[in-house]
């Protein structure tokens, strides 16, 4: 069964075969392959390979383990491209691979944040139960996310770009979503940092995963907007962060993509703060903020497991008129009419991490009440054959 890396998010065949030994008995040696994906130097152990003999059939399968030759232990599988470790019983499962992608201060790791305990209650609908599929995973969603988030009730820090040595961003957040209709299923989500977006590095190979994904999540902040925020201004507290132009940033992420053309869920993010814009001293924005049958302002995510498609056209097309009223038209007609002409599998959402504006660093006092969260993952697990 073919499935694809939760780290480069290339696909892995039947037919490829690769292991590394991390035992630490062995002597270790810089790893070319590795440190040009991870952008930093990476040191691995022997490295052991089974390419398909050369008269190999369709139905020739590489041997399930491998002993490292140096200390005759078990090495661990790997990517046969990237060379990164994979989780336990990656290969007899199927990935997923979204990649979040923003501006800085878009709200791309409240999103995760809130997204990880949404998808446990979405597979509890189909009788799954949801884990991490590795310890390295658990301990950073732990750390990064659900700690400050969920116990401290605080905000995460900035993402640290992807050119720092120690950054976290370089590794996966995964998920085992359990057994749907026979198949194991997984889900990989990478975080790039909005920094490295605003301004890419001159080596993009680190985040050529970008254009592997099944589906980029790019988040557009409505407070990036100066006259949404100056009528916003005694409605809610003042943001301490913005990040820079969405069309820009947009942009860098097309140009990354080159000729890819993933699913791209557009996400109007703390949809929360334009929903204040009902009371603002503004006939127009009253009146759309105040259309009581607006699919904006319900939230049926919960209530099947399934994609509803008919409330995703509809939303579709109401965030589209939104994006119109921000003055983002331009980022509207990159994505209807591509600059390089090639089409775009995308669509619109709206989605409010907290559902309050935050005060300062910390959660509101109501607490954390997500709205809409689960639509784009649902779009994409849908597409992907897990819903």
């Given at each position: 069964?073919?499935?694809?890396?939760p780290?480069?998010?290339?696909?892995?065949?039947?037919?490829?075969?690769?292991?590394?030994?991390?035992?630490?008995?062995?002597?270790?040696?810089?790893?070319?392959?590795?440190?040009?994906?991870?952008?930093?130097?990476?040191?691995?152990?022997?490295k052991?390979?089974q390419?398909?003999?050369?008269?190999?059939?369709?139905?020739?399968?590489?041997?399930?383990?491998?002993?490292?030759?140096?200390?005759?232990?078990?090495?661990?599988?790997?990517?046969p491209?990237?060379?990164?470790?994979?989780?336990?019983?990656?290969?007899v499962g199927?990935?997923?691979?979204?990649?979040?992608?923003?501006?800085?201060?878009?709200?791309?790791?409240?999103?995760?944040?809130?997204?990880?305990?949404?998808l446990?209650?979405?597979?509890?609908?189909?009788?799954?139960?949801?884990?991490?599929?590795?310890n390295?995973?658990?301990?950073?969603?732990?750390?990064?996310?659900?700690k400050?988030?969920?116990?401290?009730?605080?905000?995460?820090?900035?993402?640290?770009?992807n050119?720092?040595?120690?950054?976290?961003t370089?590794?996966?957040?995964?998920?085992?979503?359990?057994?749907?209709?026979?198949?194991?299923?997984?889900l990989?989500i990478?975080d790039?940092?909005?920094?490295?977006?605003?301004?890419?590095?001159?080596?993009?190979?680190?985040?050529?995963?970008?254009?592997?994904?099944?589906?980029?999540?790019?988040?557009?902040?409505?407070?990036?907007?100066?006259?949404?925020?100056?009528?916003?201004?005694?409605?809610i507290?003042?943001?301490?962060?913005?990040?820079?132009?969405?069309?820009?940033?947009?942009?860098?992420?097309?140009?990354?993509?080159?000729?890819?053309?993933?699913?791209l869920?557009?996400?109007?993010?703390?949809?929360?703060?334009?929903?204040?814009?009902?009371?603002?001293?503004?006939?127009?924005?009253?009146?759309?903020?105040?259309?009581?049958?607006?699919?904006?302002l319900r939230?049926?995510?919960?209530q099947?497991?399934?994609?509803?498609?008919?409330?995703?056209?509809?939303?579709?097309?109401?965030?589209?008129s939104?994006?119109?009223?921000?003055?983002a038209k331009?980022?509207?007609?990159?994505l209807?009419n591509?600059?390089?002409?090639?089409?775009?599998?995308?669509?619109?959402?709206?989605?409010?991490?907290?559902?309050?504006?935050?005060?300062?660093?910390?959660?509101?006092?109501?607490?954390?009440?997500?709205?809409r969260?689960?639509?784009?993952?649902?779009?994409?697990?849908?597409?992907?054959g897990?819903?």
């Amino acid at each position: 069964m073919s499935t694809k890396c939760p780290s480069c998010f290339q696909e892995i065949t039947d037919q490829q075969a690769f292991w590394v030994c991390t035992t630490g008995l062995c002597p270790t040696e810089t790893d070319e392959v590795a440190s040009g994906f991870m952008g930093f130097e990476v040191k691995n152990g022997p490295k052991i390979y089974q390419p398909p003999p050369a008269d190999a059939g369709k139905n020739w399968r590489p041997a399930d383990t491998a002993a490292c030759g140096g200390c005759n232990e078990p090495a661990q599988d790997a990517c046969p491209r990237c060379h990164y470790v994979l989780p336990i019983d990656w290969r007899v499962g199927r990935a997923t691979c979204i990649a979040m992608s923003g501006a800085r201060a878009t709200g791309k790791s409240l999103y995760l944040a809130v997204l990880v305990k949404e998808l446990k209650y979405l597979m509890s609908l189909l009788n799954c139960s949801v884990d991490f599929a590795d310890n390295r995973s658990r301990e950073k969603y732990t750390e990064i996310y659900e700690k400050p988030l969920f116990k401290e009730r605080g905000l995460m820090n900035p993402t640290p770009s992807n050119l720092q040595a120690d950054s976290y961003t370089r590794d996966p957040v995964i998920l085992s979503l359990g057994m749907v209709n026979g198949v194991r299923r997984f889900l990989s989500i990478r975080d790039v940092a909005g920094e490295d977006m605003e301004n890419p590095p001159e080596n993009l190979r680190p985040l050529s995963f970008l254009a592997n994904a099944d589906a980029l999540f790019f988040m557009f902040d409505p407070l990036a907007v100066p006259d949404i925020r100056l009528k916003l201004q005694d409605l809610i507290p003042a943001q301490l962060l913005l990040g820079g132009d969405p069309q820009m940033v947009l942009g860098n992420l097309l140009r990354m993509l080159g000729s890819a053309t993933p699913h791209l869920a557009v996400i109007l993010s703390k949809f929360d703060a334009l929903q204040e814009m009902r009371n603002v001293d503004d006939v127009a924005w009253q009146s759309i903020m105040s259309n009581s049958g607006a699919a904006f302002l319900r939230d049926p995510s919960l209530q099947s497991a399934a994609y509803n498609q008919q409330d995703g056209d509809l939303l579709h097309e109401e965030v589209r008129s939104l994006l119109h009223k921000l003055e983002a038209k331009n980022l509207v007609m990159s994505l209807e009419n591509p600059n390089n002409g090639r089409p775009l599998n995308y669509r619109f959402f709206a989605v409010s991490a907290l559902g309050e504006s935050p005060n300062g660093k910390s959660v509101h006092a109501r607490g954390i009440a997500p709205f809409r969260c689960l639509d784009p993952a649902k779009w994409v697990l849908s597409a992907t054959g897990v819903l």
